[in-house]
């Protein structure tokens, strides 16, 4: 699985949230449900405005909600930087 | 799966199938190019015809079923990474028309190649649109 390197804690904090449905954070948020899913399985990593709404749904600030994975992190940033670098050196 | 997916997943097979069924069409010898223009404006036709059909049937299905939004940011970056790929895979074989031309292919024959390339790259867009939903984009 393609995955990204920012962790989060979305399904804890809908439970806390009196067993929130994927669907009304979804509508809260103005996401689609299948994004959530996404991002609950770590699919996908929100934009900063769309971690910022989800983490005020939740009344806490977006680090109690998102983390970020430092070695997944470095490895795909290597891997863009690699990339990056044989486009330079190609063109 | 979600309406875009199933959407786009429909749309790959329609193309496949029925650009399939058009070039195996004008693949046949002894074709003339009008034969070939009538074949392809009827494929246009139903490609149409079988799209449109099937994104009715779905988007009133989905809506139904859940009041689903029908876009949103992770859509939009589906949509544009897609596209993206569908265009190189355009402009891959794109390059090759030229060259057929210059080489003193038949007309038939060019035409038929940048249109498969056309194909080609709208199965790799909305292929692609699967793939990042599924696996993540």
């Known amino acids: 699985m393609v995955g990204t390197a920012v962790t989060n804690t979305l399904r804890a904090h809908r439970f806390a949230k009196g067993e929130m449905t994927q669907q009304e954070l979804a509508d809260r948020v103005g996401l689609t449900r299948q994004t959530i ?55 | 799966m979600s309406f875009r997916s199933r959407s786009a997943a429909a749309t790959v097979v329609a193309i496949a199938v029925i650009f399939g069924v058009y070039f195996w069409w004008s693949s046949a010898p002894g074709r003339t190019s009008g034969q070939v223009l009538g074949e392809l404006i009827l494929t246009i036709i139903v490609l149409t015809v079988v799209i449109t059909a099937f994104e009715i049937v779905v988007a009133i299905v989905y809506r139904r079923r859940r009041g689903e939004r029908m876009a949103d940011e992770r859509d939009a970056l589906i949509s544009a990474k897609s596209a993206r790929n569908g265009y190189f895979a355009l402009l891959a074989g794109v390059w090759y028309a030229p060259v057929m031309a210059l080489t003193g292919a038949p007309s038939l024959a060019i035409a038929n190649f940048t249109l498969g390339m056309i194909v080609v790259a709208e199965i790799v867009n909305f292929g692609s649109r699967v793939f990042y939903d599924l696996r993540g984009a």
Do not use: D, N
């Not at chain 1, 770590?42 to 909600?65: D, H, K, N, Q, T």
């Open chain 1, 37 to 91: 899913i996404a991002i609950e399985q770590g699919r996908y990593a929100p934009s900063l405005e769309a971690a910022f709404r989800i983490a005020r749904v939740f009344g806490v600030g977006v680090e109690a909600v998102f983390g970020y994975e430092e070695a997944r992190g470095a490895k795909t940033a290597e891997t863009s930087f690699r990339i990056r670098t044989r486009v330079k050196t190609t063109t």
